[in-house]
C-alpha cells in the first residue's frame, strides 16, 4: 500500500489529464474543469484506488473509476452551491458565481454522466456490481439532500432523522467509494460490503465531528470560521441531540436562535451546548461510529498492513484537525 | 409488431406503475411523479418497444429501459425548463413553478440516476452495449442543449451549427430510444447502427418540421400559437437558412427582428421567410432527412411488416400535423 499523499497525487494526476472536447463546447466543459480543479483531500477517490490495491495490488484499473467518484462529488457540490446559493467554496467563487446558474445545472449534468461513464470502465464481468453500487448510492445521496433541505423548515428533528440525512448525504458516497474499488480488486461481495459498512461508518464520524468543529475547533485549522453553522441556523448533530433532552431545553435552544446572527447568537448558543454536555455527546458519537467502522474494516479478511492503512485514513479523516 | 397506440398505452401502464419511497421524501419523488405523468405522445420510449419487438419478437424485456429512456427526456424537460424559466409544459405549471427550482433541480438529478438504473435493468451481456449507447446520448443531448444557449446571443450561426445542435438536442435521443431496443431485441451491431442512424435522421426531419410548423402551420392541430419562435427569437432553420442567403437579406432579417414581440414582427418575419423560399427550403430539408431515415431503415435486414410499422411512426411524427 502506498500513503494517502502519494494516492492522493496519483488523483491529481489523473484529474489533470482528463481531455475534454474544446471548439464551441467549452462553454459546457470549461465550468467542469473548473470544478475539478479545486483541490481538496480527494479521498473519495482515494479510498476507490486504496480499495482496489488493498483486494487486488493494482491501483491502476481503478484509476478511471475514482476519478468517476471524484466528478460525482464535484457534480453534487456544484449543484448544492445553487441550491443554497453559496458563493465561495474552496476559496474560489462557486460555479454559478463564475459562470452562471444555467451553466452551473447544465455542466452539472454533464458532469453526472462523466461520472458514470469513468465508473463504468471497469472489466465486463464487474460491470453489474460496480454500477448497482454507485447508482444505488447516487440516489442515497439525492435523498440525503432533500432530507437537508427540508430540515431548513421543519418544525421537529430528531437524531434519528438527523443520522439517516448524513448517512445518505456523506455516508453513501465514502462507502460506495472504498466498495467500488474492492469490487475491482477482486474482493467478495462479503468482503466489499464490509468496507461498504466500514465507508458509512466512517463517513458519519467525520460528518459528526465536522459538526462539532464548527462549534468547538479551532478556525485556524478547520479552515472555515467557527460559528458558522449557528448563524445560518443549521441542523446539526449538536441543535438535534440539544433538542431531545427536554421540552424546556428546546425552548432555550429556540430562542437563543432568536437573536440575530452574529457573535452574540454564537456564543449564546455555544455555552448552551456546553452546558447540556453536548460536546461530549458529539464526541462520543464520533467515537461510537469510528469504532463502528474499525470493526466492519477488522472483519474483512484483509492482512495487517491494508487494515492499518484504512485506519490510518479514518483517523486523518475524523481525528486529526482539532 | 403492435399499433402505435398500443405501445404507448403499454408505455402509459408502465409509467403509472412504476414505484416510489413515500414517507418523509414525498419532496423529493412527487416533483419525479409529477412530470412523468404529464403524458405526451412518448414516442421515445415506444421506439425502444419496438426495436425489441422488430429484433426479438418480445417487447417485455424492453419495458423498463424503454421507461428510463422516457424518464431520462423529462429529466432534460425538466432542467431546460428551469433554464429557459419557462413556466408552462404541455398545459399545466412546470415542475419549478408547481414546487420550486430546487425541487426542480435535485428531482430532475434524481430522475437521471433512475434513467440510468431502469436502462440498466437489461440481461448482463447486453449491459455494456446498452449503457454506452445511453451515456454517449446523454453526452450529446447536454452538448446540443448548451449549443442551443449559447446561439441565443451568438453573432453568427450557420446550418451546420444548426444541424449539429438538434442532431444532438433532438436526434441523438430518437436514435439512442430506437438502438437501445433494438440491442434488447438482439440485433446485430450493424443493425443496431443503422436504427439509430434512422432515428437520428427521423429526429432532425422532426425538428426541421417543428421549426416550420411554428411558423407556417395551423395553431388548431400545432397545438401551440403560430410565430411563438420569431416572438422569442429563436435560431431556427427557417431562421438560420435565411440568414446564409445573403449579407442584404440578413440585413433585413435582422432589421425585422429589431421590431417589437407581437403580430407585426411575426408578419414581417413570415413574410420575409416567404420571399426568400424558406418555407420550400425547409420543406425540402424535411424530405431529405425523412429520406435518408428510411433508406437506413431498409438497409436493415428487418422483414417488410417490420420495415413498415417504423416507416409509419417515422410519418406520424414528422408529417402528420400540418
Known sequence: MKSIADYSTDIENGIRSLEFPGGNLSTLYEPIKYALSAGGKRIRPVLVLMGADAFGKDMTKAMRPAIGIETFHNFTLLHDDVMDKSSVRR????????????????????????????????????????????????????????????????????????????????????????????????????????????????????????????????????????????????????????????????????????????????????????KLGMSEKCKKAVGHYSSKALKALNSTSLGAEEKEAFKKLAEKLIGRKK
Open 91 to 274: 476559496g474560489r467563487p462557486t460555479v454559478h458565481k463564475k459562470y452562471d446558474e444555467n451553466a452551473a445545472i447544465l455542466s452539472g449534468d454533464t458532469m453526472l454522466t462523466l461520472a458514470t461513464q469513468l465508473v463504468a470502465e471497469v472489466e465486463d464481468d464487474k460491470l453489474r456490481r460496480v454500477l448497482d453500487t454507485f447508482n444505488d448510492m447516487a440516489i442515497k445521496v439525492y435523498e440525503g439532500q432533500r432530507l437537508d433541505m427540508d430540515f431548513e423548515t421543519a418544525e421537529t428533528i430528531n437524531l434519528s432523522n438527523y443520522l439517516e440525512m448524513i448517512a445518505g448525504k456523506t455516508g453513501s458516497l465514502i462507502g460506495a467509494a472504498v466498495k467500488i474499488g474492492a469490487i475491482i480488486g477482486g474482493a467478495s461481495e462479503e468482503d466489499a460490503q464490509k468496507m461498504y459498512e466500514y465507508g458509512v461508518m466512517t463517513g458519519l464520524a467525520f460528518q459528526i465531528q465536522d459538526d462539532w468543529l464548527d462549534t468547538f475547533g479551532d478556525s485556524t485549522t478547520f479552515g472555515k470560521p467557527i460559528g458558522g453553522d449557528i448563524n445560518n441556523g443549521k441542523k446539526t448533530y449538536l441543535y438535534v441531540a440539544a433538542l431531545e433532552e427536554s421540552n424546556q431545553t428546546a425552548a432555550a435552544l429556540r430562542a437563543a436562535y432568536e437573536i440575530p446572527s452574529g457573535e452574540m447568537r454564537v456564543k449564546t448558543v455555544t455555552r448552551l451546548f456546553e
